[in-house]
């Protein structure tokens, strides 16, 4: 059996941090490791995961770095670098996780390929609504208030009909560091998410521009792998420019690595 990590990206948001981890325990199959991927977040979410620590079974982690803006791309980094696992899920800490979320994904595995899964998005009332509330919330197709309608079926023979499908494009739509899956020996082939990425915006379609230039297939999980993504209002993208530019080199370069990545963090 493969050894499975959980990659959960936070900052500054227990509210939703706890949803995101109230749903991991009531997975039908539960990951061999939790990693909080904590890119500066205060004391508040320390308290959080620390009272989580007796709650999951797994191995839960807490790999915090200091707040110096938005380093997305660095934190996750430093949180594989620790993970032992063999297979990676990477999710944000305000997605709320369909009970056979984790099952899903690993069905979905294939060697060679990355898991891109897709989302249901909740409204801002809707939201406010569960982070006020001490009852776990349950989502269906009738649910009001959320968006993505159709990407909250969950139908394991259509879900299986569609993902056997193995993609090797140039494409980067639709690519979502939320809700994603590889192999780490592909990741770290790549030196994993470039860090030269700072700000919102980018981090993952570069990723995954490398992992197609290095030959990795795509396969998309749909009508399985849901998760719920709690309304926050849009990022600030005054570096997206930049970091559309480091893209576009890493796509017209067909580069398959990058300098600025994880392995400085082995020894």
Known sequence: MNKVALIVSTYNRPKALKLTLESVIR??????????????????????????????FPTLFHCWQKDEGFQLSKIRNKSIAQSSADYIISIDGDLILHKHFIRDHLRTKELGCFVQGSRVLLSNELTSQIEGEDVFPNFDW??????NRLNSICCPIISGWFNHKRI???SINGIRGCNMAFWRKDFLAVNG?????????REDSELVARFYNNHIYRKNLKFGGIGYHLFHFKRSKISLSQNDAILEKTINLKLSSCTNGINKYFD
């Open 193 to 201: 998410f470039n860090e030269d990425i700072k700000g919102w915006g």
């Open 142 to 147: 009738f649910s009001k208030g959320i968006k």
């Open 168 to 170: 090797l494009f140039d």
């Open 27 to 56: 997975q039908s199959y539960m990951p061999d490791e939790i990693i909080i991927a904590d890119d500066g977040s205060s004391a508040e979410t320390l308290r959080l995961i620390k009272s989580y620590k007796n709650k999951i």
